[in-house]
């Protein structure tokens, strides 16, 4: 059986796993990102949040390619982030993304929706990698499930498979964009456990959620975003208790 354990990441070690330097960038004419700069330590967790339209998907969506920037840099666990396609697809195997809608295979059983890109990216046995799914379903609680389709499952059960699809590629940093918005509220709970869960081992976490507390009791900082912009950045206790700036107070007096 291949080793479950994550990616090694000693939390705090100062090393950085994301450095994003004035970034900036435009849709057209619209100026999407404006002087984002982000410097994310490994095993670090941060939560980012802010209202609808404020540029939090695509700020995270640049660190693994998603979106291009026309301006500014980004390093991931030390590889700068060029138009090299060598150095982006380098990139994405560090980096896993879970988004809101899933985004599973529908034709694919749980299995192969967790093996697919194991054995065609990395060419790994399927054997192996049928193991290693295995044991990652049993981490997100849903190894029974691995013969069903996704449309046979529950929103958080489609959502942990999209967590433990992700880990089978063993990356080193996580991003989550709002992963537990298009959920009935009954199941945001067990999507959430198996982030913190993902969190006390370790990983490094970009969460995009407004969910607060997972915020509070998981993050190390919490971002906020307004209009392009990182407008606050502070470790939840002082992030929720004393926010600096008025933009903040008010989408915090919103969501809390
Ligand atoms: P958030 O995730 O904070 O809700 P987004 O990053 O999705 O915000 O979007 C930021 C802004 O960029 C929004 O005004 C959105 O309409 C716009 N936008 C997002 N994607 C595109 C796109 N592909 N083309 C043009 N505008 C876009
Ligand atoms: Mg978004």
Redesign the pocket.
């Known amino acids: 059986m291949a080793s479950m354990s994550l990616a090694a990441s000693p939390r705090d070690s100062g090393e950085s796993a994301v450095q994003i330097k004035d970034m900036n960038k435009w849709?057209g004419e619209?100026h999407?990102l404006k002087d984002v700069n982000l410097e994310v330590r490994r095993g670090e967790r941060i939560v980012i949040c802010?209202p609808?339209?404020?540029?939090?998907?695509?700020m995270i969506r640049c660190i693994n390619r998603l979106e291009e920037f026309q301006k500014g840099s980004v390093t991931v666990d030390g590889i700068p982030l060029t138009n090299d396609l060598k150095r982006i697809d380098e990139v994405r195997r560090e980096v896993g993304m879970v988004f809101q809608h899933f985004n599973l295979f529908p034709h694919l059983t749980v299995l192969e929706n967790c093996t697919l890109a194991p054995i065609w990216v990395r060419k790994m046995p399927k054997k192996e990698a049928e193991e290693r799914a295995m044991a990652f379903l049993d981490r997100v609680k849903i190894p029974h499930q691995a013969k069903k389709y996704p449309g046979q499952l529950s929103g958080g059960q489609q959502q942990r498979v999209a967590i433990a699809r992700a880990l089978c590629m063993n990356p080193k940093i996580m991003l989550f964009d709002e992963p537990t918005s298009a959920l009935d509220p009954e199941m945001v709970k067990e999507v959430l456990d198996t982030m913190v869960s993902l969190a006390n081992d370790g990983m490094t976490m970009l969460c995009v959620t407004h969910e607060m507390g997972f915020a509070r009791q998981v993050a190390d900082r919490v971002i906020f975003?307004d209009a392009g912009q990182i407008v606050e950045m502070n470790e939840p206790n002082a992030f929720f208790s004393h926010p600096q700036h008025e933009r903040t107070k008010q989408f915090l007096s919103q969501i809390l």
Do not use: Y
Not at 52 to 58: I, L, R, V
């Open positions: 849709f619209f999407v802010g609808s339209g404020s540029g939090k998907s695509t975003m």
